[in-house]
């Protein structure tokens, strides 16, 4: 206990931050005390959004490069406190040492990407049919940004949005994973440090609300809320989405994902088995883009599932703060339980299970840890069509590759998948029109671990949304088509008359 409290304080976090509030912290390392913050009621979260718009009105009229030198700022207490704000991770979340590292490198990743595209938010020029007139197009601020975050990439996701979202000229109201409000508290604590060392920025222009789904809620209801981006499972989506809808506000969704990699008879078995490991059981199987399937060559099926079950025996599994672990805790015991449905559904469906059971019980009788699973499967039964957030690989065989590319994209979520494959054509079908329908389709590495120079996010039931690289950045700006004449006549486009 004394332990986090240093961290936090260390972390800019004041004692009564983390002490004293409704919402208790535990860790799933051993489910010890963390803290227990405050939580917001909707009407705080209905204040917080009316300052947020005031923030908004006088942060639009910054000059973009401006606004790019603020997030400048923040990656420095990023790289400044890597090290602590990892190490929370580790703690609230049960991310492995390296895992909490490379997520806040994410953040300074994606800080140092806004700052270069503050100076790049082009507009087009377009030929008008009129003469003596010009027509453009401007990518200006949208307003207020609502950013709902989930316990697995409990700072990283929120900072691909609020880096983008900033430099786009908006504010931000975040409502972080009920499971990880610490690492949110101290995130936001490094921000306000940024702010203090920049002159000219509004207060308010990123507020944290900790709560359950009533503060969610009163965010997606608020009709001055312009974009909702909301990361989270596919039921979430399916709340969120509707009622953003309703009053015709943006929606960004990154929900769930159930992502296959294919393994094609040419396939470097090496790299294969690398990448399907990480995928499948890094993070203890707690990403968005975790492989749960792996969709394999008759010919290379029964060497290659073994040699996976065999590596899969082998993984360290632990506190995830000691060095070596390779596998640290579920989140709780709800995705223990979770997993463990799963696993008995799998049975009754035709499935073979290895791995899969609780351990390291007696060390940590408050912690769920389990033993990576791979379950050999007859066929892609409806088990193997859900996203489980937990480390458990369904293993399918199959005979043409096209028939491997309808398997895989026969689920009702889209968001990533790759090949491995040393041929040319199937590696270029499998990212082609009749290949993946996902958002991202990869050859010859794993599914998971995304860049993000690249834009994220995936179709179907994973939303549809892009965040992150690319031109992610449009979702936070509104498109205005400007024409103007600067001649003295008043032509009328399609050469409509209207003599006075
Ligand atoms: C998520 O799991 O919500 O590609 C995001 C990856 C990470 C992001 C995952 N860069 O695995």
């Excluded at 990407?113 to 453009?136: C, D, K, Y």
């Excluded at 981006?229 to 309703?246: I, L």
């Excluded at 912690?367 to 996203?387: F, K, S």
Aim: charged fraction near 20%.
């Amino acid at each position: 206990m004394n332990d986090i409290k240093t961290l936090l304080n260390s972390l800019g976090l004041a004692d009564s931050a983390f002490s004293g509030g409704t919402l208790a912290v535990r860790s799933p390392i051993d489910g010890a005390l963390l803290g227990a913050v405050h939580e917001a009621s909707a009407d705080e979260m209905r204040a917080a959004i009316a300052r947020a718009q005031a923030a908004q009105l006088a942060w639009r009229i910054v000059p973009a490069p401006r606004r790019g030198e603020l997030v400048r700022l923040f990656g420095e207490e990023l790289r400044r406190h890597k090290q602590n704000l990892a190490r929370l991770v580790s703690l609230e979340a049960g991310k492995v040492t390296s895992e909490g590292e490379g997520e806040v490198q994410e953040m300074i990743d994606i800080c140092d990407f806004a700052v270069g595209l503050s100076r790049q938010l082009h507009g087009l020029t377009i030929a008008s049919e009129r003469p003596g007139h010009r027509m453009m197009e401007q990518w200006l601020p949208l307003g207020v940004v609502g950013i709902i975050s989930a316990f697995n990439f409990p700072v990283a996701v929120w900072a691909w949005n609020a880096a983008l979202a900033l430099v786009c000229g908006n504010s931000c109201v975040w409502k972080p994973s009920e499971k990880t409000p610490l690492t949110a508290l101290a995130t936001q604590a490094l921000f306000e440090r940024a702010l203090a060392r920049f002159d000219g920025a509004p207060a308010h222009l990123s507020q944290v609300l900790n709560g359950g789904a009533a503060v969610g809620e009163a965010m997606v209801d608020d009709h001055r809320v312009a974009l909702v981006s909301a990361t989270g499972s596919t039921r979430m989506g399916r709340a969120v989405g509707p009622k953003v809808a309703a009053r015709f506000g943006r929606c960004l969704l990154e929900l769930g994902g159930n992502n296959a990699i294919i393994v094609s008879p040419s396939a470097d078995l090496e790299l294969a088995v690398r990448g399907i490991l990480f995928g499948a059981y890094g993070t203890a199987g707690q990403r968005c883009t975790t492989t749960r399937r792996v969709i394999i060559h008759e010919s290379i099926h029964d060497e290659l599932v073994a040699r996976l079950d065999r590596a899969r025996a082998q993984l360290k599994i632990g506190s995830p703060v000691e060095a070596g672990t390779l596998i640290g805790p579920l989140i709780d015991q709800a995705a223990f339980d979770a997993m463990q449905q799963a696993l008995a559904a799998a049975r009754e469906q035709g499935g073979e299970v290895s791995g899969g059971e609780r351990a390291l019980a007696a060390q940590y009788p408050h912690a769920w840890y389990a033993t990576p699973a791979l379950v050999r499967m007859p066929a892609q039964t409806a088990v193997v069509r859900q996203e489980t957030f937990a480390p458990i690989l369904y293993t399918l065989k199959y005979q043409s590759l096209e028939e491997a590319i309808a398997l895989q994209n026969d689920v009702p979520q889209g968001l990533s998948s790759a090949i491995f494959s040393n041929d040319l054509r199937e590696a270029e079908l499998f990212v082609s029109a009749a290949g993946s329908d996902c958002g991202i389709a990869n050859v010859n590495i794993g599914t998971s671990g995304a860049e993000i120079g690249g834009a994220f996010g995936g179709e179907k039931e994973t939303g549809g949304g892009r965040e992150s690289g690319s031109d992610a950045w449009r979702a936070y700006m509104r498109r205005a088509t400007n024409t103007v004449n600067y001649s003295s006549a008043l032509p009328l486009a399609q050469g409509v008359k209207f003599e006075i």
